[in-house]
């Protein structure tokens, strides 16, 4: 009776003449690919797109400054992309303003009006000591301005809701398409009252509402500071101002 016989092996994966034979004779398996080509091509490719990619989110003037450093023809390229996108907004950005509403026509100027562009709604205090509800308003100014495509609307929480919970205000109400998108109910889910335009961008991004290669995002301008203290800020539609009396 054959009796089985013990093959030394130091290690089946080592490339030596030895385990040449021992494969050969389907005594050890054969050795596992290495993985060690498709990572570099991997690591080749990614490096490859960021190079091609690499003026994606400069602005106009960014690409200028790298006239002397970029091919003249890949940064007509991005100039023209950047124009076309810049011609976009400005035929969308149709609003560029707060809208102060009412509850008789909330259905008509945010529910409906949502099937064609986001609708941002701040319920505010109706508390002059309200410090979230009055930096909100600031922002919803500053956030109008810088994105027009979308309407930013403001109503007294109370007289929109009756017997709403002054506690609970400011309130933000996203909607599109007819439906309450996100609902955030002060301003403990940003930043509390040191949120900033970042912070409504970034929820505006998680939505879906801005994309993150968005030329109006490396925006950092003097429209951005909390218009208290700069003094200068946009009014709110006069057409409602009977609301906030």
């Known amino acids: 009776m054959d009796m089985p016989v013990n093959v030394p092996v130091d290690d089946p994966n080592a490339d030596t003449e030895w385990n040449d034979i021992l494969r050969a004779h389907k005594i050890i398996p054969e050795k596992p690919p290495s993985p060690t080509p498709i990572i570099q091509e991997a690591l080749f490719s990614a490096q490859q797109r960021a190079h091609e990619n690499r003026l994606e989110d400069k602005d106009l003037s960014e690409l200028h400054d790298l006239e002397d450093e970029e091919d003249d023809t890949f940064l007509e390229k991005y ?14 950005s149709i609003h560029g303003q707060v809208y102060g509403i009412q509850k008789p026509d909330y259905a008509r100027d945010v529910t409906e009006a949502s099937s ?130």
């Open 79 to 92: 100039r023209q992309q950047r124009l076309a996108e810049l011609s976009t907004l400005q035929k969308t």
């Open 116 to 245: 064609r562009y986001w609708v941002l709604v701040h319920l505010a205090s109706s508390l002059g000591t309200n410090v979230e509800s009055r930096i909100l308003t600031e922002l919803w100014r500053a956030m109008a301005r810088k994105y027009g495509d979308i309407k930013f609307c403001e109503m007294r929480a109370d007289l929109c809701i009756e017997g709403y919970p002054e506690r609970n205000t400011p309130t933000i109400l996203v909607y599109k398409e007819g439906n309450i998108r996100k609902q955030i109910v002060t301003l403990a889910e940003l930043n509390g009252p040191k949120t900033s335009v970042a912070d409504l961008e970034k929820m505006l991004l998680d939505l879906g509402a801005i994309k993150d290669n968005d030329v109006r995002m490396k925006r950092r301008d003097s429209e951005e500071i909390v218009g208290h203290q700069n003094g200068k800020s946009a009014d709110v539609e006069e057409d409602d101002e009977d609301d906030w009396d």
